[in-house]
């Protein structure tokens, strides 16, 4: 398709309703308009609301530079260095974030410095046209216009998101140079919204998943937080291992079919309700690798387990530089799980049922035990030691100490 010639569907034709828009971000479109500025709803909102789905959050692109944004809305702050996006408060923390339509650079804008020039394709203003071509596939390339309420397509996407196909924009072989991190992204596309990928993108993954080692940690940090919050750990993972992409990812994950198993079991978890933490689905990586690495004569030895617990999740953590108190919570957790598998009688028992970390750990084992079905017994009686434990925090006094004074003589 000629990105100068898109797709335009009327309101009468699409089923995106104004009613399902954020009422704030609504708002923003609405100034925005009217101070006679294009602005659009613009990439996964839109591909989200025409799939039926609830948007996770709006985002809005526009012709106005972050500068003229900032005098439309006393509560707008600009932020970043390289490319400066407005972000617009509202009450309850809620941030709308406005961003100019970007292009890729011509080759006499580009930096002197080689390493910067992936950065700088972030700096140049452009139109709507050259910012949806910039994008990282099709479907995430459809923009909504306040004016009308027509759905824009300049690349194909609507065609794309019928047929539930994902396709790169541009070369992938290219494109996951430039981000490596679309490759992780194309794959939790395609198992989230039950799409197919196109065969070109396989081809590029595998020329260039190792690249996946150089991404910035921060960014596939989040990348994987996002597929426990989706439910799709388990799917997302399992494909990237028969894709040979968890090695450059997760350096320290096994990537076993129990592992796996286990991680299917969290996202079931959480699509009931549950709330997914960070730690709990650290845990959740390691648990198989840790409740395996433990030799015959170490399997009841507790300084053995915390060893192996700290050698585990640290190398995890500092790679991502994730916080000392995620890193505790997640090796309390698997602590935890060493002390429920090698079973009940052992000392300070007492304490470790009132251990306000045991109910989480019993949590996870619990699930684990689905994966390997001979410790079912022993979850459901550790289960109902602990429900019948005090939940109290019950510590008793300690005797008030004398002072004995020296009777004077």
Known sequence: MNASNPIIVPRSQHCISRKQIDVDTLKVLNRLHRYGFKAYLV??????????????????????????VRKLFRNCFLVGRRFRLAHIRFAGNKVIEVATFRRQPEENELPDN???????????????????????????????????????????GLKDLEEKRLKVIGDPQVRFVEDPVRMLRAIEFAVRLGFDLEENIYRAIENHRSLLATAAPARIREEIIELFRHKISGAVLRQCRELGMLPYLLAGYPGTDEGIALLAKLDQRTAAGMPIEESFAIAALYLRLFMDSFSPADKNNITAALHQANEI????????????????????????????????????????????????ALELFCLWSQVRPELIPLAQNWSTAINNSPTGKQQSRRPRKRNYRKKSK
């Open 43 to 68: 990439g996964g909102s839109v591909r989200d609301l025409l799939l039926g789905r609830q948007p996770k959050d709006f985002d809005i692109g526009t012709d106005a530079t972050p500068s003229q």
């Open 114 to 156: 080689q390493e910067d020039h992936f950065h700088f394709v972030q700096n140049v203003f452009g139109s709507p046209e050259e910012d949806a071509a910039r994008r990282d596939f099709t479907i995430n390339a459809l923009f909504y216009n306040i004016a009308d309420f027509s759905v824009i397509d300049f690349l194909g």
């Open 313 to 360: 999740i640290s190398a995890h953590c500092r790679y991502f530089s994730i916080a000392s108190g995620i890193r505790h919570q997640a090796r309390e957790l698997l602590i935890g799980c060493f002390r429920l598998a090698r079973g009940r009688g052992f000392r300070a028992e007492k304490r470790f049922l009132q251990h306000p970390f045991t109910p989480k």
